[in-house]
């Protein structure tokens, strides 16, 4: 049988695009998972509110969910960051750059994190900020679970650059078996598809002001 569109995922978005299709157009939706809608996933966005909510945000906590924000880190990754800052861990790559983040705890492990020039011209020397204290700060002031913003530019990242691999290994998500050859070039691409990620983030978060 054809279809007039197909549809790879069966999460909150493309059940939804599917719904609103299927009223003019056959479609056929892919899933992986045996059950549609388990395990949970979110679809993958970030209010406008959120952003604009942080303008009365103490400034280190600012600081960290931008780079929450800015290269879809976890929050414990953000605060480490801030935590033990080293300037020469900085390699700029002109309007953006990559941290030499180097942090390793059991199956996890997170080597560089993305972010704009002007954030990190904001970071002059270590901050002093509590990863429990920010969680809880953030649950209190979003209605939005801080994990998710992980997950939105997860989502964001792969419309652009459509590269899964080159996605988690920007996210700290690459197998730690992974040979030099192969680490230097998804480097090298993720040195370069960051722009595109960037410009993103950028328009969207110009909407909150």
């Not at 924000?69 to 480490?80: D, P, Q, T």
């Not at 996605?167 to 040979?179: E, K, N, T, W, Y």
């Amino acid at each position: 049988m054809n279809y007039d569109v197909l549809i790879v995922g069966g999460g909150p978005s493309g059940l939804m695009l599917a719904s609103r299709l299927s009223k003019k157009l056959s479609v056929l939706v892919i899933e992986e998972h045996e059950s549609v809608g388990f395990p949970q996933h979110c679809a993958g966005l970030i209010s406008i509110e959120a952003l604009r909510s942080m303008s009365k945000w103490p400034i280190k906590y600012r600081i960290a969910f931008l780079i929450v924000y800015y290269s879809g880190c976890r929050l414990s990754e953000a605060c480490r960051m801030l935590q033990s800052f080293q300037p020469d861990r900085w390699i700029d790559l002109g309007h953006y750059g990559r941290y030499a983040l180097m942090w390793t705890r059991g199956s996890k492990k997170t080597i560089w994190l993305y972010i704009p020039s002007w954030l990190r011209l904001k970071i002059e020397k270590p901050i002093s900020i509590d990863y429990i204290n920010f969680k809880s700060y953030l649950d209190k002031h979003l209605t939005l679970k801080p994990k998710y913003i992980r997950k939105f530019w997860y989502q964001l990242a792969l419309s652009i650059i459509k590269d899964r691999e080159l996605v988690d290994f920007m996210q700290g998500r690459a197998s730690l078996s992974i040979g030099s050859i192969h680490y230097d070039n998804l480097l090298a691409k993720a040195d370069q598809a960051y722009s595109e990620i960037l410009q993103a983030l950028e328009k969207l978060r110009n909407k909150a002001h």
